[in-house]
């Protein structure tokens, strides 16, 4: 089946299932990113009625002001003038099933990507989340607390974070709110913290372990130690630990937010991205734009302050977000 096809029947399947709540998180979380790129791409088919160079210029144009990103741009558009030549596409409304196509093409890239967490098979699952300062790691912990425990799992949360003023508080009352486990401590080393949390998770028998860890990033060599440090204690108390290292981004922070996925990975061994706050920028392209350039999956995307607007990234949810208005 035709991914356009595809995705026209998830949109068949949303108007049969009006209560089905992640294709409308999707929906409204990308709002603004469909607003902003498909209004300008149905105009760009207006102007041009014919496919010349003119008109690829001008969507080239588009597709980077969605922060898809310049690399992945220029190879999305070499393979499209590849389409349109051997398939002989003259007319711009043929283009949109191809240009749908191709995006989804990209992200994909012929490898089976998986979005979800690793889960073990043996005693509790240990997520570790880092990220720089105030681009919603907390909040992140918190929603995934959330998520767990409304499937039945026993949730704990250790403070990391144990240098910057209010940071183990702020955790603690998310797990509060949250009905999780919590430990934490201010004020000493990270790795001691974390040792004895992960203790306490054992001694309950919690399922899922979020850790959360200082936002630094200025001082790379630093944090790369610190990291080291609490990988090492983490996999002394839990073997084969931690399961996942989720990478939390700012979508809004656009082609900043792609640096910080490049340093993270330089320093540490990131699974999996959280792109939060989806919903509040035009520029929803970035997720294709962060696997094309850091080859890391997004896992998960924040759309929305709810609780429940954390959702599982989903390549074809996503892309028949941005596009339905055109189908």
């Known amino acids: 089946m035709k991914l356009f096809d595809k995705l026209k ?32 791409l149905s105009l760009l088919g207006v102007k041009y009625t014919k496919v010349n160079e003119e008109y690829f210029e001008e969507l080239e144009d588009l597709l980077i002001s969605a922060d898809i990103g310049v690399n992945t741009v220029f190879k999305f558009m070499d393979r499209l003038r590849d389409r349109v030549k051997s398939e002989k596409i003259e007319d711009t409304k043929n283009l949109i099933e191809v240009i749908i196509d191709e995006l989804f093409i990209i992200y994909v890239n012929n490898e089976s990507l998986s979005t979800k967490i690793n889960m073990s098979t043996e005693g509790p699952t240990v ?33 990391g974070d144990t240098f910057r003023a209010g940071a183990v508080e702020q955790l603690k009352i998310w797990a509060e709110r949250t009905n999780a486990l919590f430990y934490g401590k201010d004020n000493i080393d990270p790795a001691g913290v974390i040792y004895d949390g992960l203790e306490e998770a054992l001694k309950n028998q919690a399922d899922i372990v979020l850790i959360d860890t200082a936002g630094r990033l200025q001082n790379k060599v630093n944090l790369m130690k610190e990291l080291e440090k ?16 989720l990478l939390v981004i700012d979508a809004a922070t656009g082609q900043n937010g792609i640096m910080q996925a490049k340093a993270f990975k330089e320093i540490t061994n990131i699974t999996g991205i959280a ?41 074809e949810e996503y892309i028949y977000g941005l596009f339905k208005d055109m189908m």
């Open 9 to 40: 029947k998830i949109g068949k399947k949303s108007v049969e299932k009006a209560s089905d709540e992640v294709i409308e998180t999707y929906d409204k979380g990308l709002e603004k990113t469909r607003k902003e790129f498909v209004s300008k």
């Open 127 to 159: 997520i570790l989340m880092v990220g720089v300062n105030g681009v919603g790691k907390t909040t992140t912990i918190a929603k995934l607390a959330y998520k767990y425990q409304n499937m039945g799992k026993k949730v704990m949360m250790i403070a």
């Open 230 to 245: 609490i990988n090492k204690v983490i996999g002394k108390i839990i073997p084969n630990a931690p399961h996942e290292t």
């Open 275 to 315: 792109l939060t706050k989806l919903d509040g920028t035009a520029k929803g392209g970035i997720v294709l734009a962060i696997k094309e350039e850091v080859d890391i999956p997004v896992k998960f995307i924040g759309l929305g302050e709810k609780m429940t607007d954390l959702q599982e990234f989903d390549i």
